[in-house]
C-alpha cells in the first residue's frame, strides 16, 4: 500500500507561484504512475497532470499547459505551478495507481492510492 503525503499549499494572489509536494511511502520505477488532482469548490475532482518515473512520460490537462509542471525526485513529487489564476483555487490531491509497466499513465485512471489534500487558494 502506498501512503502519500501532500505539503505546500497556501494562499496566493493571481500571477504567483506555488510548489506542492507529494512524499510516497514507495515507488516502482515504470510501473507506479502518479498524478496530480484537484477539487474546486462545488465542482468536481479533475486531473491536473501525471508522470510515469523511470519513463518521464507527463501529461497535463488543457488549462494547465504551460503554467505547470510535473516533476519527481526519488520517492518526491511536485506540482510546480506558475502563473496561477483564481481559477486554480482547488483543494489538490496527489494519488498513485500500478500500471503493471503497461506505460499507460494518465489520469483517466482508477488511481488506488491518494494523500489528504492541501488547500490551494488563488486570490485575484
Known amino acids: 500500500q502506498v501512503q502519500l503525503v501532500e505539503s505546500g499549499g497556501g494562499s496566493v494572489q493571481a500571477g504567483g507561484s506555488l510548489r506542492l509536494s507529494c512524499a510516497a511511502s514507495e515507488v516502482t520505477y515504470r510501473r507506479t504512475c502518479m498524478g496530480w488532482f484537484r477539487q474546486p469548490p462545488g465542482k468536481e475532482r479533475e486531473g491536473v497532470a501525471t508522470?510515469?518515473?523511470?519513463?518521464?512520460s507527463r501529461t497535463y490537462t488543457d488549462s494547465v499547459k504551460g503554467r505547470f509542471t510535473i516533476s519527481q525526485d526519488k520517492l518526491t513529487f511536485y506540482l510546480q505551478m506558475n502563473s496561477l489564476k483564481p481559477e486554480d483555487t482547488a483543494m489538490y490531491y496527489c494519488?498513485?495507481?500500478?500500471?503493471?509497466?503497461?506505460?499507460?499513465?494518465?489520469?483517466?485512471?482508477?488511481?488506488?492510492?491518494w494523500g489528504q489534500g492541501t488547500q490551494v487558494t488563488v486570490s485575484s
Open positions: 508522470i510515469l518515473p523511470g519513463v518521464g
Open positions: 494519488a498513485a495507481v500500478d500500471v503493471f509497466f503497461s506505460g499507460n499513465c494518465n489520469p483517466t485512471l482508477a488511481f488506488a492510492y
